[in-house]
């Protein structure tokens, strides 16, 4: 039944059981997109897959294998007869149990039942059922108590991925005691499109899915996330060492196989969500501490620019001297550990790091604002101001005059942009893709690829940078409107 309707996508199952002689028939008849000859011939060996080019890549596994297995072992055969384009029929026969042995629902109650499905619906004798699942419990509760999460902020965000939503229906189950968000997905395809909507803690997934395995899937979420920044474990009754290699090689963090003890799994998800959050900490810390290591030459430039003005302009030494004072109050602050910090947080370091460029470079450097007004933002520390300290000394300080930046900040459908713009002497296409590299080396500055890679945690998605040399650069990056928590 279950193999009917995970191939029959729309269409009819129907279940049929008869009579003849001494044994009992029952047969499964849907109307999936069937199978060839070859197929056929070995769907009931364990760990068999369909071929691609007829049954679009869906993992038939080991259920088949247990079911010819247990129809044979009560004296039975199981065979199958199926089509390319117009269906399948799964059949076997047992035989019939004495007279006075037979139960209360006798042969003819359950003759002939049909199941018509329909997206996620099914319909049996007219009427609508939702599958359940339940979780057997037993004297592992007060075990269980010692595994819950280790919470910095708020609740722990995990994506659950397996095409049967029976299982996902158990893993919720197993997670329900504990301060965990599950969100669950019943295809790899729609777990990719989940990834960029939030942030996520830790993807689970199954390794035989439909259209693209769980490998594959970890594949893809390498090309993007880092085992730290997002963790993945796979779940799957493939326990062969060269099904665990293929998983690791795959990028998993984390390989359980099934049937799945239920404190061990909370065991293993407690250490893998613990070290993205101490990853994510870890990145935070060291974007303060980067911004906190302030260089030497601007220092001793912004003093010395302080000293000479005190001799020829006291009210304009007044102002730099403020404006210094707020750039190393902001530098300093605790604040920037946090994950994320008001609009004007941000903004009020970058204005007095340009207030103190411009008294220094006069008429070098021209800046433009666009900033919306009446703009309630949240965004990470440090985000803004790393961007427009390197166009100033990157771009603009190369070129002998006219040097403008221009910082926007948008609303936009779904989304906030942020935008920085110089006319600067451009970027290389390489050195634009060292920028956002993950390096822990950074000496000096904030470290471009901290941002970027703070802004993926948080968001999925990290800086875009366009660039021409002699041209300038921009730099940008989005808030989403609608962020969980």
């Not at 339940?134 to 994506?159: C, F, M, R, W, Y």
């Not at 800086?463 to 409107?481: C, H, M, R, W, Y």
Request: overall charge negative; hydrophobic content about 40%.
């Amino acid at each position: 039944m279950h193999n009917a309707f995970k191939f029959t996508e729309n269409g009819t199952v129907a279940v049929k059981a008869d009579s003849l002689n001494d044994r009992l028939v029952v047969a499964i008849v849907d109307t999936d997109v069937g199978m060839d000859e070859e197929t056929q011939a070995r769907i009931f060996l364990p760990y068999e897959q369909g071929a691609h080019g007829v049954s679009d890549g869906k993992g038939i596994g080991l259920g088949l294998s247990i079911c010819k297995q247990l129809v044979e072992l009560h004296g039975g055969v199981l065979t199958v007869h199926s089509e390319p384009g117009k269906g399948s029929v799964f059949s076997f026969s047992l035989p019939l149990a004495e007279e006075e042995t037979v139960g209360v629902a006798s042969i003819n109650e359950v003759s002939s039942f049909r199941y018509l499905k329909s997206d996620n619906e099914v319909t049996f004798d007219g009427n609508q059922y939702e599958a359940a699942a339940e979780i057997a419990t037993d004297d592992e509760s007060e075990v269980s108590l010692t595994v819950s999460p280790l919470l910095k902020n708020g609740q722990i965000h995990i994506l659950a991925v397996d095409d049967d939503p029976i299982n996902l229906s158990v893993l919720k189950g197993i997670l329900s005691t504990e301060s965990y968000h599950v969100t669950t997905a019943l295809s790899a395809h729609e777990a990719l499109g989940l990834i960029g909507t939030k942030r996520w803690d830790l993807l689970i997934a199954d390794v035989m899915m439909p259209q693209m395995s769980g490998y594959e899937l970890t594949q893809r979420i390498r090309e993007q996330y880092s085992h730290f920044e997002l963790p993945v474990l796979l779940l799957t009754a493939r326990s062969l060492p060269s099904d665990i290699y293929t998983g690791f090689s795959s990028g998993a963090n984390d390989y359980v196989t099934k049937p799945v003890d239920a404190v061990e799994l909370r065991y293993r998800i407690r250490a893998l969500t613990s070290l993205n959050q101490s990853i994510r900490e870890r990145v935070r810390m060291e974007g303060a501490y980067l911004q906190a290591q302030i260089q030497p030459h601007f220092l001793f430039n912004t003093l010395n620019s302080i000293m000479a003005l005190a001799v020829i302009d006291t009210e304009k030494m007044m102002s730099l001297g403020e404006a210094f004072a707020s750039f190393l109050r902001i530098s300093f602050n605790f604040l920037n550990t946090e994950e994320l910090v008001d609009l004007s947080y941000e903004l009020e370091l970058t204005q007095a790091y340009l207030y103190i460029e411009k008294v220094r470079f006069e008429d070098r450097l021209t800046i433009e604002w666009e900033i919306e007004t009446g703009l309630k933002l949240l965004l990470p520390p440090l985000s803004i101001q790393p961007l427009v300290e390197n166009a100033v000394k990157h771009g603009l300080l190369n070129r002998p005059n006219d040097g403008k930046i221009r910082i926007r900040v948008a609303v936009c459908d779904g989304y906030t942009l942020i935008e920085v713009e110089d006319n600067g002497i451009g970027i290389e296409p390489e050195q634009m893709k060292r920028l956002l590299e993950p390096s822990l080396k950074e000496n000096s500055g904030i470290g471009i690829s901290n941002t970027n890679r703070r802004l993926i945690q948080l968001f999925g998605k990290g800086l875009s940078i366009s660039s021409k040399q002699g041209e300038g650069t921009v730099v940008s990056f989005t808030i989403p409107d609608i962020r969980a928590d």
